[in-house]
């Protein structure tokens, strides 16, 4: 499934079009019988008494009660009683039919998929994430050609089965807030949690069909990224927003304060250790004062984070490697979400001015890019200057190359 296909046809019946109404994509003849069925009440029998009946354009005599239960299927609203919707809105309603990425059920049931994943790894630490296979079965997307998802409903989907499964086992009463963490630990937590949101992302049709090039280069480009972002907000929920302390997760057992931590493996020698500290304790100042605070006065919410994670993984105008039809496709995903964070502002959380609050969750990614940025610059110079090489002390660490280590490093030394 393409985005072309989700954004330019009618998610009723399926006939070519551009027009949004009653909140979703939908052609002036599904969305007319909408309005007429809900302001004359209309009670309808399956014409089969299947209640599965076809509903495509091309059929003439539709059953109106299929087509009716399509229409409240894919997402058309009426809510008269609590604000008046267009059903003649060219684009700046689209809404979705938003549920919590955290929940197994928020998207209609029907069939399963297996994605494949072209994904392997050697992670075996008793705090890394386990999988069984290298399959990923989405019980809850249906691949029914009569029903469709906007890409913000995909990744929300996919960012929820991320997080349950790298967090699966995480509470307060397991983590040690500490001031000294091992680095094997978290480097096999970081690599299992870069092979999970692989096969996250696989759930994603629009990401799946891209060129197998552009995958790889998309993935390198924003996988850090979105690993700091991920760590922040699973530590706020875990801690709570409200609460006064500063507890940063490492992995799923050790997390640091602002005082950050010190590297405790014993492959390490005194001074490899507090040049490590020393080098990094900048960047993790910063992320402390423009990710971590910002983030967890805002309080994002699921929907909130699985748009920014989407803006992230779809912001790839300005990478070169990429192709143009790649880069067009981008586009129509960052429109796309705009679209449908701007209905879920104003139709689930009623919220008419959010333009501030959404500045301020795309700042959050600025500041992770710039996060990122940082960490590279001091891998880079260390070695460079011969201070610290990051990359023999991983290989030291994890006894072997350190460029096998997924998402752990991502610069090119």
Avoid at 131 to 155: A, G, M, R
Avoid at 209 to 217: M, N, Y
Wanted: hydrophobic content about 35%.
């Amino acid at each position: 499934m393409s985005l072309t296909k989700n954004a330019d046809v009618c998610l009723v019946c399926s006939t070519p079009t551009s027009g949004f109404h009653f909140q979703i994509n939908s052609c002036r003849a599904c969305s007319a019988f909408w309005r007429r069925s809900q302001q004359g009440e209309r009670k309808y029998r399956c014409r089969r008494n299947s209640k599965n009946c076809e509903v495509h354009y091309s059929i003439k005599n539709v059953c109106r009660y299929c087509r009716f239960e399509k229409c409240k299927r894919v997402g058309m609203k009426w809510k008269n009683q609590d604000r008046h919707y267009s059903d003649t809105s060219d684009g700046e309603e689209n809404s979705i039919s938003v549920k919590s990425p955290l929940s197994v059920n928020s998207i209609p049931s029907s069939t399963t998929i297996k994605q494949e994943i072209g994904f392997s790894s050697n992670v075996s630490d008793d705090t890394a994430v386990t999988s069984s296979s290298n399959h990923i079965n989405v019980t809850s997307i249906s691949k029914s050609t009569s029903l469709y998802y906007t890409p913000l409903q995909y990744l929300s989907y996919g960012i929820g089965c991320y997080l349950s499964s790298i967090n699966k086992d995480l509470s307060i009463d397991k983590v040690e807030i500490t001031r000294k963490f091992t680095f094997r630990k978290y480097a096999f937590f970081t690599e299992a949690c870069c092979n999970e949101f692989s096969k996250a992302l696989a759930i994603s049709p629009q990401y799946s069909s891209l060129p197998p090039t552009d995958k790889a280069i998309i993935f390198k480009n924003v996988w850090s990224i979105i690993h700091s972002i991920e760590r922040v907000y699973t530590s706020i929920k875990l801690y709570g927003a409200q609460s006064p302390d500063i507890v940063i997760l490492f992995n799923n057992c050790q997390a640091s304060s602002d005082e950050f931590a010190y590297l405790d493996d014993k492959e390490l020698s005194t001074k490899d250790k507090e040049d490590f500290y020393n080098l990094f304790l900048p960047a993790n100042r910063f992320l402390v004062s423009s990710m971590y605070l910002p983030m967890k006065e805002l309080n994002i919410d699921e929907i909130e984070f699985s748009y920014l994670i989407g803006y992230a993984l779809w912001s790839i105008q300005g990478v070169e490697q990429i192709g143009s039809e790649t880069k067009e496709l981008g586009k129509k995903i960052i429109r796309a979400l705009n679209n449908e964070i701007h209905s879920y502002y104003t139709f689930s959380k009623k919220i008419d001015n959010y333009a501030h609050r959404l500045a301020e969750i795309i700042n959050l990614l600025a500041a992770t890019v710039k996060y990122r940025d940082m960490k590279r610059e001091i891998v880079l110079t260390s070695k460079i200057f011969n201070v610290f090489d990051a990359c023999k002390v991983a290989a030291e660490v994890m006894k072997r190359d350190p460029k096998g280590m997924h998402g752990i490093f991502d610069v090119g030394i």
